[in-house]
T-cell receptor, first 110, second 110 residues
Framework: SQKIEQNSEALNIQEGKTATLTCNYTNYSPAYLQWYRQDPGRGPVFLLLIRENEKEKRKERLKVTFDTTLKQSLFHITASQPADSATYLC?????????FGAGTRLTVKP | NAGVTQTPKFQVLKTGQSMTLQCAQDMNHEYMSWYRQDPGMGLRLIHY???????DQGEVPNGYNVSRSTTEDFPLRLLSAAPSQTSVYFC?????????FGPGTRLTVT
């Protein structure tokens, strides 16, 4: 069956550390993999997109990797801040047919 | 630009009632979509549209209808509401892959 799993429901880290979130999937062939941030009571906000033929993408303190052999994406936030506390969603993009993971709630403690 | 707007913000329906959730975008995006978000399940795609006059089913289309007569608007209709349709509904639009989400409609069916 098709599945998208994000490593854990919740992740707590100390300010200044690197947060690493995992997205694993089975029986999908995405063209893109996207990461979104969602704050309570709000819609998701796009962060990064990586294509199936790309290994790594960076944007400021964010880095995403994509391994189509392992069927896994890793999302890193370096030098984390309390303002990074939110739920992070991974999404598989099969050309308009989007499937989302359940999300990982990240809490960055000062 | 207002981005993606959704109305209403909150709605309570009785079982069997019908209603339309409104979604509009002012970014001239061709692609629009509807999702529902339930606790622990992530966002699930209901219907999507790649342009005016074109719609297609997503992962969970049963009980919902859509139409796309203009580029700007993409309403979602519930013909006969059921308690299983209690959820938060998000509309999104995009021009390429990155999606812009609306603020959501919280629907309760009693």
């Amino acid at each position: 069956s098709q599945k998208i799993e994000q490593n854990s429901e919740a992740l707590n880290i100390q300010e200044g550390k690197t947060a690493t979130l995992t997205c694993n999937y089975t029986n999908y062939s995405p063209a893109y993999l996207q990461w979104y941030r969602q704050d309570p009571g709000r819609g998701p906000v796009f962060l990064l997109l990586i294509r199936e033929n790309e290994k790594e993408k960076r944007k400021e303190r964010l880095k995403v990797t994509f391994d189509t052999t392992l069927k896994q994406s890793l999302f890193h936030i370096t030098a984390s801040q309390p303002a990074d506390s939110a739920t992070y969603l991974c999404a598989l993009d099969m050309y308009h047919d989007m499937r989302f993971g359940a999300g990982t709630r990240l809490t960055v403690k000062p | 630009n207002a981005g993606v707007t959704q109305t209403p913000k909150f709605q309570v329906l009785k079982t069997g009632q019908s209603m339309t959730l409104q979604c509009a975008q002012d970014m001239n995006h061709e692609y629009m979509s509807w999702y529902r978000q339930d606790p622990g399940m992530g966002l699930r795609l209901i219907h999507y549209s790649v342009g005016a006059g074109i719609t297609d089913q997503g992962e969970v289309p049963n009980g919902y209808n859509v139409s796309r007569s203009t580029t700007e608007d993409f309403p979602l209709r519930l013909l006969s509401a059921a308690p299983s349709q209690t959820s938060v509904y998000f509309c999104a639009s995009s021009s390429q892959a990155e999606q812009y989400f609306g603020p959501g409609t919280r629907l309760t069916v009693t």
